[in-house]
């Protein structure tokens, strides 16, 4: 049996610790995070029957790829038939009424936050279309797009996310 000593070795270097005096930010929530938030909510508020899909049309990439395995990557999905840039949401409603929401993170800045090239270009199509879409990054925003269509919502429950 190999015994190894740990004397003298090089200790872990500590995380860096903040200044004292500086006040802690909380940390704003991930679009997966808020989206989650948002379908909880509208779980409560739509009209009885109403349903809602995610598109799960994120890049699943392998962040060691080439520029060359991702271009490939990409290029396969459109042929399955993905339309990259497509809205998350999908909200089916009674009378074969349907709502587009782009969720975007809360806090807008930070990677995610933005609408990507592929979302700026496909998003006018789809308004063209006659499809109502809307980007959200909060419930109050998703509140504004399904209002905007006319979609009936039950209003306590929006109420009491705006009190919370």
Not at 67 to 95: M, N, S, T
């Amino acid at each position: 049996m190999t015994r190894v000593s740990t004397w003298g070795a090089a200790k872990r270097p500590s995380r860096p610790r903040k200044p004292a005096g500086l006040l802690a930010v909380a940390p704003q929530p991930t679009e997966r995070q808020a989206q989650r938030t948002v379908l909880q909510w509208l779980a409560l508020v739509l009209p009885p029957g109403s349903m809602v899909h995610h598109v799960a049309n994120e890049a699943a990439v392998n962040p060691k790829w080439t520029p060359h395995q991702k271009a490939r990557y990409f290029e396969e999905r459109r042929k399955d038939g993905v339309l990259l840039g497509f809205p998350d949401l999908l909200i089916l409603l009674p009378d074969r009424k349907l709502v587009l929401v782009e969720m975007k993170r809360p806090d807008g800045e930070r990677r995610g936050g933005q609408l990507s090239k592929e979302q700026k270009a496909l998003h006018p199509q789809l308004l063209a279309l006659g499809f109502p879409l809307g980007v959200a990054r909060t419930i109050e925003d998703v509140a504004a797009v399904l209002r905007a269509d006319g979609v009936p919502l039950r209003e306590a429950y929006v109420a009491e996310a705006r009190a919370a």
